[in-house]
């Protein structure tokens, strides 16, 4: 079996453990957040972690098994199968109907229970399951967790005469990140702060302003979209998707008043024609003063994304002022995009994306170095550095039948500091699309100024 550091760095992309400003339950500001409900939806990950419990345990000592509702539930379902040791369920509450148990499965009244929880805080939890297990006649003098967060609750249970296992507890976790720098020195002070029963102050941060950010603005393009949303008051990119040429400069010209790009997937079109397509487009971003983006999402070798970029039907080179692409080719292949702003693909906003936590660590380093970036589409927090823009925004719906995940430009913009909202269908799906536009671009610019 790996190592439990690898095991647990394991368990860390799939995004058990986030840094930042978090308030818990108990009102108290964490510098730190966990929640392990991902690991359910990694099965290998799942049975690892069920045999990483059960080999610290003395497993003669228990007849049945049961989890703290609701996190820890899919942990002591999987114990359970690997030890054949039988699952009891508790509920959070009495059904108002049929039974009204609270305790679910077959039992018997002096039968000994390990109990298995996620995560241990105070150990208010913990001391509930074990008040409402015990009632039942069923004994409680183990119980095992993932993540001990070292706020006493591990001491508390052992003061009443528990047994406590614990696979990891907070310093561990922090020691293991550091060694690998997913964390930095400042986040592992704030923490030991916090497990040291200080008050952790966090600075209270506002965004940049799009003229601050101008100030700092290398790139020429970076430069140019900050200027437009400026003059036009509009942080709104929206995106044309459509099959027919027509469509696409009807669209243009309804929305472009209120827009500081319009982002085209021009390999959708099935009358593409550089004379009859790109040019009137041209002009209509000059009538209008917004950029073209070409979301063409380049994923390969230079070699590759340069040809596609200059060459072929499309000739994206000539007409794009900004392209998207990915970073999994590494920084010498972004070096083609010469005369054009980057943005990156930092991560996705449709559900069960592979843009975990890990892999946007190693693609900002990509991003950070490269002098042809401006940016990233990402569903979080960035670098002040870069611009943030943010798709799968909408404002009236949460999602579709092909794993696309909505949020509104306010949400976005308060809460991943988004400096450029791209919004497809809530506007070209509508039937007013220039007022769908001026809505959008209203609420946009409304959540920026709230944030100043």
């Given at each position: 079996m790996e190592s439990k550091?690898?095991?647990?760095?394991?368990?860390?992309?799939?995004?058990?453990?986030?840094?930042?400003?978090?308030?818990?339950?108990?009102?108290?500001?964490?510098?730190?957040?966990?929640?392990?409900?991902?690991?359910?939806?990694?099965?290998?990950?799942?049975?690892?972690?069920?045999?990483?419990?059960?080999?610290?345990?003395?497993?003669?000592?228990?007849?049945?098994?049961?989890?703290?509702?609701?996190?820890?539930?899919?942990m002591a379902t999987a114990?359970?199968?690997?030890?054949?040791?039988?699952?009891?369920?508790k509920r959070k509450e009495a059904k108002a109907y049929g039974t009204k148990k609270l305790i679910e499965g077959i039992f018997e009244k002096g039968q000994n229970c390990l109990l298995v929880e996620d995560v241990i805080t105070s150990g208010k939890s913990l001391v509930e399951t074990i008040d409402?297990?015990?009632?039942?006649?069923?004994?409680?003098?183990?119980?095992v967790v993932v993540l001990d967060r070292q706020q006493g609750g591990k001491e508390k249970?052992?003061?009443?005469?528990?047994?406590?296992?614990?696979?990891?507890?907070?310093?561990?976790?922090?020691?293991?990140?550091?060694?690998?720098?997913?964390?930095?020195?400042?986040?592992?002070?704030?923490?030991?702060?916090?497990?040291?029963?200080?008050?952790?102050?966090?600075?209270?941060?506002?965004?940049?302003?799009?003229?601050?950010?101008?100030?700092?603005a290398e790139h020429s393009f970076a430069k140019k979209?900050?200027?437009?949303?400026?003059?036009?008051?509009?942080n709104l990119i929206a995106s044309a998707d459509f099959i027919t040429t027509k469509e696409l400069l009807d669209f243009a010209d309804f929305v472009g008043p209120h827009i500081v790009a319009l982002k085209?997937?021009?390999?959708?079109?099935?009358?593409?024609?550089?004379?009859?397509?790109?040019?009137?487009?041209?002009?209509?971003?000059?009538?209008?003063?917004?950029?073209?983006?070409?979301?063409?999402?380049f994923a390969d070798i230079g070699n590759t994304q340069e040809l596609q970029f200059s060459y072929g039907t499309y000739k994206i080179s000539n007409w794009a002022d900004l392209v998207t692409s990915h970073v999994i080719g590494g920084s010498k292949s972004l070096d083609c995009f010469m005369n054009v702003g980057v943005v990156a693909i930092l991560g996705m906003s449709s559900k069960g994306t592979l843009t975990d936590s890990h892999y946007r660590e190693e693609a900002m380093k990509v991003i950070q170095s490269h002098p042809n970036i401006i940016g990233c589409v990402a569903q979080n927090e960035i670098s002040d550095e870069l611009l943030l823009f943010t798709p799968g925004v909408n404002l009236g719906e949460t999602g579709d039948d092909?794993?696309?995940?909505?949020?509104?430009?306010?949400?976005?913009?308060?809460?991943?500091?988004?400096?450029?909202?791209?919004?497809?269908?809530?506007?070209?799906?509508?039937?007013e699309p220039e007022q769908e536009a001026l809505r959008y671009k209203n609420e946009g610019w409304k959540a920026y100024l709230e944030t100043l």
């Open positions: 550091k690898e095991f647990f760095l394991e368990c860390y992309k799939l995004g058990i453990i986030k840094f930042g400003r978090f308030t818990l339950k108990s009102g108290i500001e964490s510098p730190f957040y966990v929640d392990l409900r991902p690991l359910a939806s990694d099965p290998k990950t799942l049975k690892k972690l069920a045999n990483y419990l059960l080999e610290m345990l003395p497993l003669d000592n228990f007849d049945i098994i049961c989890g703290v509702p609701y996190a820890a539930l899919p114990m359970s199968l690997e030890s054949f040791i039988p699952l009891i369920i409402e297990v015990e009632n039942e006649g069923i004994k409680v003098s183990d119980i249970l052992e003061a009443k005469g528990y047994k406590v296992h614990s696979l990891f507890n907070i310093s561990e976790v922090v020691e293991i990140l550091r060694e690998v720098n997913y964390i930095d020195e400042d986040e592992v002070a704030r923490i030991k702060d916090f497990v040291n029963g200080n008050q952790v102050i966090f600075e209270e941060k506002k965004r940049l302003s799009y003229e601050q950010k101008l100030e700092t979209i900050l200027e437009i949303a400026i003059e036009k008051r509009s085209t997937h021009i390999d959708i079109l099935n009358d593409f024609d550089a004379d009859e397509t790109i040019l009137p487009l041209k002009d209509l971003a000059t009538k209008h003063n917004f950029l073209l983006m070409e979301d063409r999402k092909k794993g696309q995940q909505y949020n509104s430009p306010e949400h976005v913009i308060k809460n991943y500091g988004t400096d450029f909202i791209i919004v497809g269908r809530g506007i070209y799906k509508s039937e």
